[in-house]
């Protein structure tokens, strides 16, 4: 699992433009994923407005749900753009990068839609913990504790996930449940 990132650093020690370059490109895609996603939100604010329609907070979440959704969307693409330049160690142009960014879109979508379930189901059970029962100790050391054990639980999911990103990139259209588990062994 880490020698392709081993392979990637020694590539990078060679020629760095290459990797700067790919994370410029990233960079650049996710600020207009996320300038387009609200945007879009806003012009949607704004019709809602002009025809006088009544602002309903169920029909703006589910909206803004559908946009996160779709932000998630273009940022996993961008994510799979950028981890074909670290395992090919070539450069991409802009277009080469987004069109294999939304080829393969929907593989590391797959994987972050996983990653967020094994991310939910630990914080949720540690938040409802904290809710139902530690909240009223009214003390700030549970809450910095609780705190922790929510960071902790971020940090391991995503990086145990980490290795499913790199497997899903080295195999070029394999299994996503095949990387999930070659990332978890």
């Known amino acids: 699992m880490l020698e392709p990132l081993l392979k990637a650093a020694r590539e990078y020690k060679k020629k760095p433009f290459v990797f ?14 996320i300038f387009t996603v609200l ?17 309903n907070f169920v029909i703006l979440t589910i909206f803004g749900i559908i946009l ?21 160690k070539k450069s991409m142009g802009f277009m080469e990068f987004f069109k294999y960014a939304m080829q393969n879109a929907h593989q590391f979508f797959i994987l972050t839609l996983a990653r ?7 914080v949720s059970l540690i938040l409802a913990l904290y809710f139902l029962s530690l909240k ?5 050391a549970v809450d910095i504790l609780v705190g922790l054990a929510v960071c902790f639980s971020f940090f391991l999911v ?7 990103y790199v497997s ?5 259209g394999g299994s996503v449940l095949h990387a999930i588990k070659n990332s978890l062994v």
Not at 136 to 140: A, G, T
Request: avoid cysteine.
């Open 136 to 140: 009223d100790l009214n003390n700030f």
């Open 158 to 164: 995503h990086f145990l996930f980490f290795g499913s």
């Open 116 to 122: 967020l379930i094994f991310v939910l189901f630990p």
């Open 68 to 88: 996160g959704m779709l932000y998630l969307y273009l940022s996993s693409g961008f994510r799979a753009a950028l981890f074909r330049v670290y395992t090919d």
């Open 39 to 55: 945007g879009v939100f806003f012009i949607f604010f704004y019709l809602l407005s002009l025809f006088s329609i009544e602002f």
């Open 20 to 33: 700067i370059g790919a994370n410029l490109k990233y960079g650049i895609f996710q600020l207009l994923s």
């Open 168 to 172: 899903i990139s080295e195999t070029r």
